[in-house]
């Protein structure tokens, strides 16, 4: 079986591969502008349009009329193709044309890696080489970059390279096909875990795990401030610009972090993880919980953990969404249908008398009933 896995390095591009790379992502953005406008007028004349296939056939005669198209790497043209047949298919499927590209949003381009041999030698047009902190892609040729610093190699097929910018940054995600060996799941340990807003996570082992990442909105309520004064188009305006951008992307890195500290966490220390089968979008419509789950990153825990336990050779259950978790007593069964009111953080069991935690109590709950579910799965595969 083989596993797709990306990796992302930082790009210290030279000044001379920099203006390349901008150029390439240009010309990526015109082909698909370019095609997207060919393809409105073609479904409004005629009801259907071309595939990206047929449209590939057109870069060249188009290359001859625009002579930098040539420049750049051809591979990211025809992904721009692809791309822009996906956003078609959305809409045939009922939204509305797709949109323009416009310069400054979204600045990116792939390429492919292409494998050829040559008198028995074996070449890649994408090439990564960690000892020398170097990627070659096409056309820019050798690439400083950062990251990984624990790794010499990775092993497996290059598929493809995505080159972005990103805040003045470059960077380079690179698409590696894996084999995965499967030893048998033999569990050993099993937690459940309870999934909220104040405490992100607290688990049937009683721990409990705050959302860490917190917005600084005087800072960025400042920093807007800022902006709002400065002249369109003058240098300061991109300064300012630059500034609160970096700052989402310094938020938004942290909040990478943190998913993936507290999931490496659970994937190493648990055979079985348990968590409950949690519809976010209907929790945001529930005013109470909403408050604090916009900026909650509980389906992001849920997606990676997914594909950890699944990359781990480790098990992630879900549970029923109603199965009635925080009201049940964990000694004896007793279902408590008082503690329905979300308020309430503490209760005591009105028949075995323990007082319950409600978070640690339902996570308890989680685990019990995951469990049954896998021996009942073990069941019948017996
Ligand atoms: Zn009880």
Redesign the pocket.
């Known amino acids: 079986m083989q596993i797709l896995k990306g990796y992302v390095f930082r790009m210290y591009p030279t000044e001379e591969q920099e203006q390349l790379i901008n150029k390439t992502i240009g010309c990526a953005r015109f082909v698909y502008n370019y095609f997207l406008d060919d393809k409105i007028k073609e479904y409004k004349e005629i009801g259907k349009s071309k595939s990206a296939y047929d449209q590939a056939k057109l870069i060249p005669s188009l290359s001859k009329e625009k002579e930098w198209l040539k420049e750049v790497d051809s591979q990211s043209l025809r992904n721009s193709l692809l791309d822009l047949e996906r956003a078609f298919k959305n809409f045939y499927n009922g939204s509305g044309y797709p949109k323009f590209k416009a310069k400054g949003v979204h600045e990116r381009y792939k390429t492919n890696n292409i494998k050829s041999s040559y008198k028995g030698n074996h070449y890649n047009s994408i090439k990564l080489d960690l000892k020398n902190k170097t990627i070659t892609l096409p056309k820019l040729k050798e690439v400083k970059i950062r990251g990984y610093r624990n790794k010499e190699v990775i092993p497996g097929d290059i598929k493809s390279a995505v080159i972005k910018k990103e805040a003045g940054r470059y960077y380079v995600s690179v698409l590696i096909e894996e084999p995965l060996i499967r030893p048998p799941f033999i569990p050993r340990s099993i937690i459940g875990i309870d999934l909220g807003i104040k405490d992100l996570i607290v688990t049937s082992y009683n721990e409990k795990i705050e959302n860490t990442i917190k917005l600084n909105n005087k800072r960025l309520i400042g920093l807007q401030r800022g902006l709002a004064r400065c002249k369109g188009g003058s240098k300061n305006r991109y300064k300012m610009k630059l500034k609160i951008q970096r700052m989402y992307q310094k938020i938004k890195n942290a909040r990478k972090h943190m998913i993936h500290d507290i999931t490496n966490k659970l994937i190493k220390e648990n055979d079985i993880i348990v968590t409950e089968n949690l519809d976010v979008k209907s929790m945001q419509k529930n005013h109470y919980i909403a408050k604090g789950l916009n900026e909650s990153p509980i389906s992001e825990i849920i997606r990676v953990l997914k594909y950890k336990a699944n990359w781990n050779n480790k098990k992630l259950i879900q549970i029923n969404r109603y199965y009635p978790s925080s009201q049940i007593?964990n000694?004896?069964?007793?279902q408590n249908k008082e503690i329905k009111d979300l308020s309430i953080r503490k209760w005591e069991?009105p028949?075995?008398?323990?007082n319950h935690d409600r978070d640690f109590n339902a996570s308890v709950n989680i685990m019990f009933e995951g469990l049954k579910k896998y021996m009942k799965g073990i069941e019948q595969a017996i």
């Open positions: 007593c000694i004896c069964n007793y069991c028949v075995c008398h323990t």
